[in-house]
């Protein structure tokens, strides 16, 4: 009996040494130990698809969304601007919103732009970066001169 105590004192000691060396707990060496002797197969490859592959032409549809919330005073939160987006029906396909939460928001942050923000107005919990509205003011500016030196 002495000896299966001692025995069992070594494979731990093993298990623990292993689970140190690898950087896991002693749980997932014994769970993989027990994989390899049942011959189950290893996952190598990730199942879930992760990455946004949200179409550049997304990008009107959300902010016209994001508009119509704003015209109506609503605060604009990433759960309701989801559900306005998967409830909006539209005829092309490829334009309905079939993405999630996390997507949303790197949408609205990488590809639009958009920050938010802790105020007290409706309309700045959702908000344009400053230098990309300085840009749309500048832009619509240069335009508005433009049109102005055609007329005379």
């Known amino acids: 009996m002495e000896k299966a105590q001692e025995k069992w004192k070594n494979v731990s000691q093993v298990v623990a040494r292993t689970a140190e060396c690898l950087g896991v707990s002693q749980r997932t060496v014994v769970n993989v130990t027990a994989k390899v002797k049942h011959g189950e197969p290893f996952l190598e490859v990730e199942t879930r698809n992760c990455d946004m592959e949200v179409p550049e032409a997304m990008i009107p549809v959300v902010r016209s969304v994001i508009m119509s919330l704003y015209r109506d005073k609503v605060h604009i939160t990433l759960d309701l601007l ?71």
């Open 82 to 152: 989801l559900s306005k987006l998967k409830e909006r029906r539209n005829a092309n396909k490829d334009l309905e919103w079939k993405w999630e939460r996390t997507t949303l928001h790197k949408f609205l942050t990488t590809k639009m732009s958009y920050c938010y923000r802790k105020k007290e107005s409706y309309h700045d919990r959702l908000k344009e970066k400053v230098v990309i509205a300085d840009q749309r003011i500048k832009y619509i500016k240069k335009i508005q001169e433009d049109e102005i030196d055609i007329d005379f």
